[in-house]
């Protein structure tokens, strides 16, 4: 059997499978590095999303070794050696298996050394995400097989790669609104982080494993049938798969975007003032902590300082907590990761630890609050002219009047303009106007 298997990955198209799926997977992963850059999981995610080429990919490649086996008559030959059928096409099933593994691991072989030094945290989520994408593409590659066999068309791989396409992309429009049920038959759906904390239950994987797998076996049996009533009958695993994983899944209270709460756990510095980011994070703790540490210094001069800085790992989604204030004490910040896996710009992270101080955490003021005034007050603390700030189309007037108030601000004695500082952040926190703190009114 061996022997055969091996003549079939040289003879077959096992070899072209798996290359197409690498360089497709590859080229798609690196067309947009940043969203896979800060950590596995985001990794393992992305090119289960990238499914939406891989898997019609996986289907026309079957097809196309199925038409092949039956243009040349290879199906005839192999008929005539003296073993039932599901054993003669073992080798041809088991070697276009392999391939397409092959070819989606490989994907991941290639994009790894990418973040290899940047990430660290490495869930056994991530595992069950890369094991329900290869269980994808081997069940797409039989079928692609069995329906190659029963229809041997030129058509047939450009036809299955439109309805796989079509399956993946349109099934979510069918089932609209019921989340649970588009994200456990198309197992593109959902696999993009907003936010570095999300992961995939481990009850969507198990159930898209069943239901998957329960596809591989009834194309398998499908290839092999000779009867209309086996080839019936071939329907029977992926229908109680189906079942199963509809009875697996939660229905009811389903997040799309689950939170892995260890993700979120924070690792500090050892020694003051304390730094902490998430543990997804953890290795641009090295990055964060001088930046975070001098903007602890320049708040140091204000009343009640904060003595620590945290990354702000705060999660949105249907459970969204109340807006609050900061924890006292505690300067927050948001940790955001650049195509390379490192701290995405970091020299605005002094400011916006400041600015964050500064504001009113939470956003309680209905009326909202000077945002000039809050950016003047920040550059001024950090002791450098307030960049423009891209995105106003007032034609420049509003970067201006932060000029005009951090000039102000400027031209004060440094005691006054400390204690005006001082007093917008006190007047965030009790959403008083900052127009008149500022300017001494």
Not at 136 to 150: E, F
Request: hydrophobic share 50%.
């Amino acid at each position: 059997m061996s022997r055969m298997l091996r003549i079939e990955l040289r003879r077959s198209v096992a070899l072209g499978a798996a290359l197409i799926l690498l360089i497709t997977g590859a080229i798609a992963c690196y067309a947009a590095p940043g969203r896979w850059s800060s950590n596995w999981m985001a990794l393992a995610m992305i090119e289960r999303e990238y499914l939406v080429l891989l898997f019609p990919l996986a289907l026309a490649v079957g097809a196309w070794q199925g038409r092949r086996e039956s243009r040349n008559g290879l199906a005839e030959l192999v008929g005539s050696t003296p073993r039932p059928r599901p054993q003669r096409v073992l080798p041809i099933v088991g070697a276009l298996g392999i391939a397409v593994t092959v070819g989606y691991l490989a994907v991941l072989a290639v994009t790894a050394p990418w973040i290899a030094g940047t990430a660290r945290y490495l869930p056994a989520a991530a595992f069950a995400v890369v094991a329900v994408g290869i269980l994808a593409v081997v069940a797409a590659a039989w079928l692609g097989l069995a329906v190659g066999r029963l229809w041997p068309s030129v058509a047939a791989g450009p036809v299955l790669a439109v309805a796989g396409i079509g399956w993946l992309m349109g099934f979510p429009g069918i089932a609209s609104g019921h989340d649970w049920l588009v994200v456990l038959f198309s197992p593109m759906y959902g696999m993009n982080q907003f936010s570095d904390y999300e992961t995939v239950s481990g009850r969507l994987s198990a159930a898209q494993a069943v239901w998957l797998g329960a596809l591989a076996v009834s194309a398998y049996v499908l290839h092999t049938a000779k009867s209309r009533r086996t080839r019936v009958a071939a329907l029977l695993p992926v229908a109680l798969g189906v079942a199963v994983a509809i009875a697996v899944m939660p229905h009811d209270g389903y997040l799309p975007h689950p939170i892995d709460p260890v993700a979120k756990e924070l690792v500090c510095t050892t020694d003051a003032p304390k730094v902490c980011v998430a543990r997804v994070h953890s290795t641009l703790l090295p990055e964060v902590t001088p930046p975070a540490r001098q903007a602890l210094a320049l708040l140091a001069k204000l009343p009640q300082p904060p003595a620590e800085a945290h990354e702000d790992t705060t999660t949105w989604g249907p459970e969204m907590p109340e807006p609050r204030p900061d924890p006292a004490g505690i300067a927050l910040m948001t940790i955001q990761v650049d195509r390379r896996g490192h701290l995405a710009s970091p020299n605005d992270l002094v400011p916006q630890i400041v600015a964050r101080v500064l504001s009113n955490p939470g956003g309680r003021c209905p009326d909202g609050l000077s945002a000039s005034v809050l950016r003047a007050a920040t550059y001024w603390l950090v002791g450098t002219e307030p960049p423009a700030e891209p995105g106003f189309d007032d034609g420049g007037e509003w970067n201006n009047q932060v000029r005009r108030l951090w000039q102000g601000l400027r031209e004060l004695p440094e005691a006054e303009a400390l204690a005006r500082v001082a007093a917008v952040r006190e007047g965030a926190l009790n959403c008083a106007d900052l127009d008149e703190i500022v300017s001494g009114k």
